[in-house]
């Protein structure tokens, strides 16, 4: 079992020994900063590995015990394993022992071993009841079954025999999942001579590798990893578990604010977050609303929390909770918080974070409340439909992987066989679409209620609307996610026969047009009128006053030049209009010419070969142009290869010789 991307943390009250007990253990004095060596106490986090064999080294985090700095020990326990929850024989358990505790539950620590320190102090008789207080202490924690080793660092007494247990329990200790993005929160940042910013951090999730890209976030700021190192020793990549420190380029202290990380993917912050709040015994009841200061991961916030299925917390009890935050902060599904007084002396609570991008509850509605509650039970089919139902477009299953940091394939079967009847899923090559019914239902009234009123505008018009324009339906949030749902929406429209299409273009099913007699008179004039003008673009002044001596409006003229492009009967070229048996007459006689005429063909002599004049020879060229059948090269025309090979293929005599 691999083991080496564990991280050990310390916990305890204030002067039990914690950080001389890791310099015992590993040989390492984690205070390093000045103000911490005056006071004799760790300030900020300290950092050390231990290795216990030549497969196994642990990271470890010293945890300062003092209650000043609770929001050190939540950024420091976001990454731990397993802890040792250190108690001086001379003192017992203490406030903060006990504080500790109830964070490191909240946190989702599992694992530990009771560290008895400073047994060198106490006699035997005492020693031994300050053991049965523990034990007391512990019975309903998640340490109630962890050993409890009797150590002293003055003497080393006991030293061996924590290293033992601390060796059997890595060992049952399964590898962190590494699936999903990476995630660290970064919780120092230094310069050093020669490398420049260095920042560390213990890795949530996921997996990096040096030459990944690694965005600073909030800001989505792209840096470059110069160096990354993983207990000292350079490495090609971290993952969850290790303490990592990266040498990055293009990150200057300037950018940093605390509680940002470092991701491998762009993650959206969020300023409003629902919760799963429990409140610690002999903690302060709750009210409906309330001030407190929120620590996730290095984030320390002032923030307001609306409780949301009841009025009121009281002490040991939990709820449901939206968070308002005064600033973005980037989180996830199930994510760690502590929240304290807003005086900062006293520990609430914490809880997890159950929605990073809720939906407001102000109102509190009954409805709205009920889904929260069964996103908080964790059934993934519940969090998967509620990503999807708070989604104004539709949601990918690569998304929603991202959003909830884990496998792709891990949402298949969930998504295939258990969610709610009001999700429905669309299946690509690549992907899985996933929409609300009531979504669905509405962007196919907006393709059928669109394509309505076109018609309407355009009654002559055969054609409807082009794929590209039936996209404007998402606004513009137009991408690949997009353009499959469309297919499908079309796909299913046309299967129930609402929609059919003609040629490139979508129209409505019964669409049909109808021509009275009378504008049937007026198309034919018309078609005739353009022809007659034979080698003469026609504008469309032109067009207006010839409707006039046909008693028509501009509009009926408007309509008949609608359906005559429609049925391409006639060109609308540059504002200029033209009958299509001239055009197809002069694509004959210029390709007749450029396939005999190696040097080209300038305007002047395409203009006296058409017998027209000057404005309609270049209208026609340039169409050609656009076409690909002709590459204007300075003052001459000339057949691209393109054409010439195509050309070639349906008639062997023409020679590729341009």
Known sequence: METEHLIMGTAGHVDHGKTSLVKALSGYDCDTHKQEKERGITINLGFSHLDLTEDISVGIIDVPGHADFIKTMVAGASGIDFVLLVIAADEGIMPQTKEHLEI??????????????????????????????????????????APIVKVSTVTNEGIGELLAEITKTVQTIPLRKAEGLFRMYIDRIFTQKGFGTIVNGSVISGILSQTDPVYLLPGEKELRIRRLEHHGNEVSQVRAGDRASFNLVGFKQKYFKHGMILSNKKIKPTNLIDVKLNLYRDSSELGLWNQVIFLLGTNRLMVRIHLLDTDTLQSGENCLAQVYLPQAIITQLNDKFIIRNSSGNLTLGGGKVVDPYPLHHRRRRTKQVEIVKKIAEGDLEEIIAAEVRKSALP??????????????????????????????????????????????????????????????????KNSGRTFKELMGIFGEDQNEITQVTLNQLLSDLNKNNKLKKIGNTWILHDHEVKIKDDLKLLIKHTEEFIKMKGNNAVDIKEIYNFGKSETATDKDMDRVLVYLIDNRSIYLLQQKYL????????????????????????????????????????????????????????????????????????????????
């Open 395 to 460: 949601v990918s299953q690569q998304n929603l992987a991202e959003k909830l940091n884990m496998a792709p394939d891990d949402l298949i079967e969930t998504i295939f066989q258990k969610l709610p009847n009001d999700i429905i899923f669309y299946q690509s090559a690549n992907d899985i679409i996933l929409l609300h019914k009531r979504m669905n239902t509405a962007y196919q009234n907006k393709i059928l209620n669109g394509l309505r009123e076109y018609h309407l505008k355009n009654p002559l």
């Open 579 to 658: 009958h299509s048996s001239f055009i197809e007459k002069a694509k004959k006689i210029l390709i007749k010419f450029l396939t005999e005429n190696d040097a080209g063909i300038k305007v002047s002599e395409f203009r006296d070969l058409m017998e027209t004049n000057r404005t309609t020879a270049l209208i026609l060229l340039e169409s050609f142009d656009n076409e690909n059948i002709t590459l204007r090269k300075g003052n001459f025309r000339y057949l691209t290869k393109k054409f010439l090979k195509q050309l070639s293929s349906v008639h062997p005599e023409v020679h590729l010789n341009n």
């Open 104 to 145: 490191m539950e909240t946190l989702g620590i599992t694992k530990g071993i009771v560290v008895l320190n400073k047994v060198d102090l106490v006699d035997a008789e005492f020693l031994e009841l300050v053991e049965e207080e523990i034990t007391d202490f512990l019975k309903d924690s998640f340490l109630k079954d």
